[in-house]
């Protein structure tokens, strides 16, 4: 049973980081389109972006620019913090 249960985790730990793209992209508006190598920030540990099990994240400004992408960057001082850093034409 224990055993069971082991590779019921492994199996669902293993379709999960199978399931992510090594990078995505969104539409980002007027200001250009915005890419996110995915793969770039694993190493920073899952739970910084997903709460729980990893899945899926529905992109917008408030996170893209309040709750996740920019705020990380401000406070680690460190990847994209301008506009145009961010937003591609
Ligand atoms: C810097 C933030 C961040 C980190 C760190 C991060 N992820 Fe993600 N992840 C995202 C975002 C944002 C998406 C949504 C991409 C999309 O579909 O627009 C995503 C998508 C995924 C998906 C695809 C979900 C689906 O159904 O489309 C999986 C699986 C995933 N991440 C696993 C992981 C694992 C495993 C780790 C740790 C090793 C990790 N992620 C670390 C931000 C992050
Ligand atoms: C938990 C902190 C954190 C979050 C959240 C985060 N990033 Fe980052 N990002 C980083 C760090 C750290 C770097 C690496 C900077 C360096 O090495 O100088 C980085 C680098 C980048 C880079 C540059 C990669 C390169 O090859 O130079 C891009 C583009 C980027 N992030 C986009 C995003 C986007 C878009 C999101 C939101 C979906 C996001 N990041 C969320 C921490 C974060
Ligand atoms: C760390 C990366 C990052 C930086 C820096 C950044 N943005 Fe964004 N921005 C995003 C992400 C991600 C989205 C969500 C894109 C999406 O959902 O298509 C977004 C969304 C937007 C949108 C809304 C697009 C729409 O129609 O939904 C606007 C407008 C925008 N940003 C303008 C700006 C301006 C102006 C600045 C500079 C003051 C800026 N951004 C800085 C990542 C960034």
Do not use: R, W
């Amino acid at each position: 049973m224990k055993k069971a249960i082991i590779a019921l985790f492994a199996l669902v730990a293993f379709s999960g980081a199978a399931f992510a793209a090594d990078s995505y992209e969104y539409k980002g508006g007027a200001m250009g389109k915005v890419a996110f190598p995915h793969k770039a920030h694993m190493k920073l540990g899952c739970a910084k972006c997903h709460e729980g099990a990893p899945k899926k994240i529905e992109m917008n400004k408030a996170v893209g620019h309040d709750t996740m992408c920019k705020k990380c960057h401000v406070e680690m001082k460190k990847g994209p913090q301008g506009c145009k850093d961010c937003h591609k034409k």
